[in-house]
């Protein structure tokens, strides 16, 4: 039965990871996300349902697609992939409403931290709606599981602090440090995340984004003046701290 199980929520993530490639292919141009047709961008031919069956059609394909053999991006499967490996990973060892709901809990924000990651990548944006979807439900968790000051001080630090810094290095440089996406991002991590959690999301996540660069800029692909997309450093950071809890609390030990 565990095993049988493993392989429902392993299809389960395959399906919702297809509908992410959606999301993150439709989301950034507003394109409906339901009503409009499955087609090849470079041909625009309608796809057919055997075309869309996640991961195998991809293999079955060879990568390209039906119609024009356009190469079709390795991306679309390798989130499915990452979706469906997740979904097992977070699979709850009894199933019980409980449970069930602490897995969605789980699941919906390692989706949206995904969906949030590669749409940064390719837009340099965060968008409002993604933000909004990860405010209520941190937001739900939080004025159950947490005291009233934890969530209103931790989203106040997250959202005020890099607020300022933006508005401090705008003032001073002339230059806009942090978009828009970023700093309500940060605030909606601080509502789950508390005071010093966030604080120390907004610390690590900067080193991590100034690393990441570095190494860019030393590999000669990207260069100073080119901005580069800070949400996955963002997002990363925060990963680490809610999905291994234990290993954050250890390295976060060492600065506070």
Known sequence: MTTLLSVYFFIFGLL??????????????KKDLVK??????????????YHNIPLFSYLFLRGKCAFC????????PLIELLVGIIAFWLMPDVLNAESIANFLFYFSIACIFI????????HHLLLDSLNLYLLAIFLSFSVIYFSWEYYVIGGAIGFGAPLVVTWLFYKLRGQVGLGGGDI???????IFLGPMGVIFTIFLSCFVGALIGGILI??????????????????????????FPHYASIVQSWFF
């Open 16 to 29: 919702i990871g297809s509908f992410m490639n959606v999301v993150i292919l439709r989301l950034p141009v």
């Open 36 to 49: 409009a047709r499955s087609a090849c961008p470079k041909c625009e031919t309608q796809l057919k349902w």
């Open 115 to 122: 969906c949030h990651f590669v749409i940064d990548l390719e």
């Open 69 to 76: 053999g356009t190469r079709i991006s390795w991306r679309y």
């Open 184 to 190: 309500k991002l940060y605030g909606v991590l601080g």
């Open 218 to 243: 030393g590999l000669n692909k990207m260069t100073k003046d080119k901005p580069m997309a800070f949400g996955p450093s963002i997002l990363l950071v925060a990963a680490f701290q809610i999905f």
